[in-house]
T-cell receptor, first 112, second 115 residues
Framework: GENVEQHPSTLSVQEGDSAVIKCTYS??????FPWYKQELGKRPQLIID?????GEKKDQRIAVTLNKTAKHFSLHITETQPEDSAVYFC???????????FGTGTRLLVSP | DAGVIQSPRHEVTEMGQEVTLRCKPI?????LFWYRQTMMRGLELLIY????????DSGMPEDRFSAKMPNASFSTLKIQPSEPRDSAVYFC?????????????FGPGTRLTVL
């Protein structure tokens, strides 16, 4: 089945810095890659997603890049703010198994 | 729309007791997912339904866990008997399927503590 690895597990940055979280997937049949943000005690919420026919997508301060050949995708947050502090999960939707497989999460801490 | 609704939000029970978690998906969504989240294992897919039919239950940890979806607006996840290692946050999520995969919307979760 699909396996999604996510790094780093924790990331501490200063306010205003950029943050990058990386994920790799194993099955080339995966074609949809969402990123979820989960604040403490809250539910995961979609912040951005990308499909396999696109290499990059941007939404204000966040962007996601996808390299299908290398089977990896990344989340980029620029000009980080304290409210960006949360756990971020990447995921891959596998068309063969018809399921969304999540990475293990990255705890981002943005210090003022 | 009220979003995905789960009940109860918190459940504390003793080992050996039966626990039933409930979920109401977003109206019109045809996929429903049950996840379990723990610090050790992260976010795990337990089972999912399409049009009320269970499609993949390979994530259900053992026979103590069962899930049903009697209609398009209601699903239950039952644990019988419960054990302390079942303590976790259980999320229900729903999505609108089709040719292209679409966003999963998560409910607020049920925090289960088994003593």
């Amino acid at each position: 089945g699909e396996n999604v690895e996510q790094h780093p597990s924790t990331l501490s940055v200063q306010e205003g810095d950029s943050a990058v979280i990386k994920c790799t997937y194993s099955d080339s049949a995966s074609n949809y890659f969402p990123w979820y943000k989960q604040e403490l005690g809250k539910r995961p919420q979609l912040i951005i997603d990308i499909r396999s026919n696109v290499g990059e997508k941007k939404d204000q301060r966040i962007a996601v890049t996808l390299n299908k050949t290398a089977k990896h995708f990344s989340l980029h947050i620029t000009e980080t703010q304290p409210e960006d502090s949360a756990v971020y999960f990447c995921a891959a939707w596998n068309t063969g198994f018809q399921k969304l497989v999540f990475g293990t999460g990255t705890r981002l801490l943005v210090s003022p | 729309d009220a979003g995905v609704i789960q009940s109860p939000r918190h459940e504390v029970t003793e080992m050996g007791q039966e626990v039933t978690l409930r979920c109401k998906p977003i109206s019109g969504h045809d996929y429903l997912f049950w996840y379990r989240q723990t610090m050790m294992r992260g976010l795990e897919l337990l089972i999912y339904f399409n049009n009320n039919v269970p499609i993949d239950d390979s994530g259900m940890p053992e026979d103590r866990f069962s899930a049903k979806m009697p209609n398009a607006s209601f699903s239950t996840l039952k644990i019988q008997p419960s054990e302390p290692r079942d303590s976790a946050v259980y999320f229900c999520a729903s999505s609108l399927g089709g040719v292209s995969y679409n966003e999963q919307f998560f409910g607020p979760g049920t925090r289960l503590t088994v003593l």
